[in-house]
């Protein structure tokens, strides 16, 4: 019995590590992302995960229209954002 005992304490203790290790880290950056998505606003500048540099000109509830360059305008989902320059990540 006292077998059992040790082999359960050991899985506990192994998915506590993996929970700390592995698990929480990737919920706080989630919620940094997420975070950076909901606070993006007009004019700000954005690279896309494509590569793409560009300044915000309009946000719709699911999409952005990004400027790209002049009179260049693409409609992106705003998973596509990759980052905003000068904000950490």
Do not use: S
Not at 11 to 35: H, N, T
Not at 38 to 66: C, E, F, P, Q, S
Request: no cysteine; hydrophobic share 45%; net charge positive.
């Amino acid at each position: 019995m006292q077998q059992w005992a040790g082999t359960i304490f050991y899985m506990l203790v192994f998915f506590g590590i993996l929970y700390f290790l592995m698990i929480r880290p990737q919920q706080k950056q989630q919620k940094r992302r997420q975070e950076m998505l909901n606070g993006l606003k007009v004019d700000d500048r954005v690279v896309l995960a494509g590569g793409l540099h560009g300044r915000i000109t309009k946000i719709k509830d699911k999409t952005l229209m990004i400027r790209i360059a002049d009179r260049v305008e693409v409609e992106v989902d705003k998973g596509g954002v990759a980052y905003v320059p000068g904000q950490e990540e």
